[in-house]
Structure formats: C-alpha cells, structure tokens
C-alpha cells in the first residue's frame, strides 16, 4: 500500500464546469503523477511533478493544468470541463528506488463524467 | 508511433490452462525496463512484474513470468494455471530514459483476459 488517496472517487459534472482532482499520498515522495485511462489508449501520461511548485506536461495536457504547494498533495484542474475529458483519472507516485525504476504506484482512481 | 503494442484486445483462457500475453515495444535506448499491471474489475492497478533490458534471466514472481525477448523486442507476460481471479484487464508498459532524472514511461492498450471456469 503505497498511501495514495484520491478524492472524489466519482464526479458527474456539467460541460464548462471547472473541476478539481485532488491526489494525497503519505510517504513523502519526490515525484508525483496524473495519468487518464481511456479504451483503447492504456494510461496516458497528464502531467508530473518533480517536487513543490515543479511541474511538467505529459503526452495529454492540453485543457489540464496542476499545481503541488506542498509535497504530499497534487491536484489536476480542468478550467473548463469538455466531453472529451470524461476519462477515469489515476494519481500515481514512484519511489526512486534502483531495481525497478519506472515503477508506478497508483491511487484508486477517480471516475469523471462531463454532460 | 505506439511504442508498445498489445495486438490482443481480449482472450479467453480454460481455468488451470496457461495464458501468454503478448507485447512488443519499441526502443532504441539499450537500457529501459518493462512492466506488467493488472487492472481487476474494481479499478485497481496492481504491478505484477519487472524486467530490466539488461536482466540475463526471464523474470517471474509466482504464477507470472515474463518471456523477455529482446531480440524480437517483445515481453509476453505468461500466467500458469489460470484461477477465475486472473480475469482483468492487463498493461504492458516501458521505462524509457530521459535526460532529467524523470523516468518516462509508456503503457500499451492493454489485453482483456477472461478465465472460464
């Protein structure tokens, strides 16, 4: 159990709309992860974070934006939510250990429907 | 270009068989590692197994092993005596490196296994 919470677990919500995903892990890790699941596509890569206020795009960022204040919460924003954002969204850490760098840990997943 | 590829959307396995799960990546980094994760009907993503590019022997951790051919570029996750429980969704992905310390890393489309009792 690698400590990562993700809040809502399910959100229905109105195109237009702003909507904020939230990621809360317990261990203090340096680098923290987005990711969205679609049929068809895996999981793509949102955006990361290396650390407080350092953030970088991934593969799919376009109508996404993060921020990270403090160390153990990374929250994704969508400003201006679009059908083509209802996705499940998964929060992942990795813990930089040698061996098997690269390895995920994953939150629980959040379920999002934009109408 | 998809750098990993799992030409398997979905497969049917007799319970107590064995399954291979297929996947190929595409690299031409020497060093860069491969992983399976499941994904249960309950949503969780649950890492099975690791092999490093440089890894002399075939990595297995209890019923999965990875039948890592690097020649051919592939890594085909093989579950032994399949149990109803294996029946999920399964990712193969790749860490590739980059020149941050970020590791990137790409999942494929993933294989839908169902395991009949």
């Known amino acids: 159990d690698a400590g990562i919470t993700q809040s809502p677990r399910h959100k229905v919500t109105e195109t237009g709309t702003p909507v904020t995903l939230r990621c809360h892990q317990t261990?203090?890790?340096?680098?923290m992860y987005w990711y969205r699941q679609d049929p068809g596509h895996g999981l793509r890569l949102i955006h990361y974070s290396y650390g407080v206020k350092d953030t970088d795009k991934g593969e799919v960022s376009d109508g996404y934006s993060v921020s990270r204040s403090k160390t153990e919460d990374f929250l994704l924003t969508l400003e201006s939510a679009t059908s083509s954002q209802t996705s499940v969204y998964f929060c992942?850490?990795?813990?930089?250990?040698?061996?098997?760098?690269?390895?995920?840990?994953f939150g629980p997943g959040t379920r999002l429907t934009v109408l | 270009a998809q750098k990993i590829t799992q030409t398997q959307p979905g497969m049917f396995v007799q319970e107590k068989e064995a399954v291979t799960l297929d996947c190929t990546y595409d690299t031409s980094d020497p060093s860069y590692g491969l992983f399976w994760y499941k994904q249960p009907s309950s949503g969780e993503m649950i890492f099975l197994i690791y092999q490093g590019s440089y890894d002399q022997q075939n990595a297995t951790e209890g019923r999965y092993s990875l039948n890592f051919q690097k020649a051919r570029k592939s890594a085909n996750l093989v579950i032994s005596a399949s149990q109803l429980g294996d029946s999920a969704m399964y990712f193969c992905?790749?860490?590739?490196?980059?020149?941050?310390?970020?590791?990137?890393?790409?999942f494929g489309p993933g294989t839908s296994l169902s395991v009949i009792p």
């Open positions: 992942a850490i990795s813990r930089g250990t040698s061996g098997e760098t690269g390895r995920r840990f």
């Open positions: 992905a790749m860490r590739e490196p980059t020149k941050t310390s970020y590791d990137k890393v790409i």
């Open positions: 261990e203090n890790h340096r680098y």
